[in-house]
């Protein structure tokens, strides 16, 4: 029988509430302020504790900062008759599960306790992990290695690499993994956002300028290619430039001399790195980006694929970002409901949409367990587990259950990108194609459904 603590000056409201949770099943322990509470928890065991804000002596925020450092704290509840936006911050600031106004009928406490029961039912997470570093390249899915490979063998080289891919697919991550692995590691990383400067400020952010040059220009700046001397230069979003830029950075780019507004040529000795995600090759025919400046560029055209093709990456990847969420503290875990909704989601935003849904949930969820019911937010809709899914409510019944409707989803969803071909079905899901043929055959999945199943003219292609 789970233990409540009630810790509440108010006599008459104590024996209320513990009446209340008398009739619900649970054991109760009162306590008429902080320090009889705080006494009372270093003998005894709480499974969740119900605490007042405003007492005698030691309020409800120290004792709540007081709980939450001793080294087995149970979940807390703070409840209070006068709640305002300083005292509400600062209780979930201070790791309360929930911070409730007086007065909380039965159905309020029922609703309550089986949130602060969970809170404490929940294995306690793992020790804390080898600190994660943010630009920590993850990926095992076929697409990502054949990607990591690319990196290994440009790393060293100083041949210009282009990378091409959708907003948020990570390739500011690839840029810095071929520096970092290369010759040129011990070197600056500059990175420019070439669509957040404006286009007058763009050219003596890049290439410097003198003193005097303009107005403004009180100092000399070396400007973004001298900065990266010896290193690498990152040129992200790219396919914003403006042509006249455009001309200017073709040179430098042929000539490896850079000249500072209002100077001199200068050389310089720099690797670089350019990131898009527009169609480069449109662009060039619609006259809006320079043909000879895309070849320059493009020498190595390296493209990122989609978090969405990316199947086999994305608990990975969600647990790498709950690990840097955490700080170097114990890091949330995903729930196996959990990681079937993270993928059953299209992820439009890609890798930097899932990036943000992990910090938010590792920083509004108090438990050691993320749940899917804690990743609601994600867009209504974008939950379709794929072509021809009946269910609706694809996570309703048993775990087995929805771990089914998943694969079959993920199945379906990867046969249709592969155009059928079952090889690249099982590379997409990060499986052996033999194991994919299994399923294949459990599900009954083929050719009638959606015309994107088992096909054995594509055999020819494997």
């Avoid at 509840?77 to 309360?96: F, H, K, Q, Y």
């Avoid at 306790?113 to 076929?142: F, K």
């Avoid at 001397?229 to 430039?241: A, Q, V």
């Amino acid at each position: 029988m789970p233990t409540i603590l009630i810790v509440d000056d108010d006599a008459a409201l104590r024996r209320a509430v513990a009446t209340t949770l008398t009739d619900l099943g649970h054991g109760v322990a009162e306590a008429q302020d902080g320090a009889t509470a705080l006494a009372w928890l270093a003998r005894n065991h709480a499974d969740a504790v119900l605490l007042d804000l405003r007492m005698p002596g030691m309020d409800g925020l120290e004792v709540l900062r007081r709980i939450r450092a001793s080294e087995h704290a149970p979940p807390v509840a703070v409840l209070t008759a006068v709640p305002t936006s300083d005292n509400t911050i600062e209780a979930m600031r201070l790791g309360a599960v929930d911070h409730l106004a007086k007065p909380i009928g039965r159905d309020g406490l029922r609703s309550l306790l089986g949130r602060l029961l969970a809170s404490a039912d929940d294995a306690p997470p793992a020790p804390a992990p080898a600190p994660a570093r943010a630009d920590e390249l993850i990926g095992m899915s076929a697409s990502m290695r054949a990607v990591q490979k690319a990196i290994g063998l440009l790393a060293d080289s100083d041949a210009t690499v282009l990378l091409l891919g959708e907003t948020g697919t990570g390739k500011e991550v690839v840029a810095r993994a071929l520096h970092r692995h290369g010759r040129r590691a011990g070197k600056p990383f500059v990175a420019v956002n070439c669509a957040a400067i404006p286009t007058e400020l763009l050219e003596s952010l890049l290439f410097g300028h003198v003193r005097g040059a303009f107005t403004g220009a009180l100092g000399d700046r070396p400007g973004s290619f001298r900065d990266a001397h010896e290193g690498t230069l990152f040129l992200d979003e790219i396919g914003d430039m403006a042509l006249a830029m455009q001309a200017k950075l073709l040179r430098a780019l042929q000539e490896r001399v850079v000249t500072p507004v209002g100077g001199k040529p200068v050389a310089v000795d720099v690797r670089v790195v350019a990131a898009t995600h527009r169609d480069l090759q449109r662009a060039v025919r619609d006259g809006r980006f320079r043909e000879d400046l895309y070849y320059r560029l493009g020498v190595v055209p390296l493209a990122l694929p989609p978090l969405r093709e990316r199947l086999a990456d994305i608990v990975p990847l969600a647990e790498h970002f709950l690990t840097l969420a955490a700080a170097g503290e114990p890091a949330r875990r995903l729930s196996p409901d959990a990681a079937a909704r993270l993928l059953a989601h299209a992820w439009p935003g890609n890798v930097r949409e899932l990036q943000n849904a992990m910090t938010r949930a590792a920083t509004l969820v108090r438990r050691p367990v993320i749940g899917a019911a804690d990743l609601g937010f994600l867009t209504a809709g974008s939950d379709d587990p794929g072509p021809g899914a009946e269910p609706a409510d694809w996570l309703a019944g048993t775990l087995p259950e929805a771990v089914e409707r998943v694969e079959i989803a993920m199945i379906r969803r990867a046969m249709a990108a592969a155009g059928g071909n079952r090889t690249q079905a099982a590379e997409r899901l990060g499986i052996r194609r033999q194991l994919l043929y299994q399923k294949l055959a459990r599900y009954g999945l083929d050719a009638s459904r959606n015309g994107t199943m088992d096909d054995p003219e594509k055999d020819s292609e494997d």
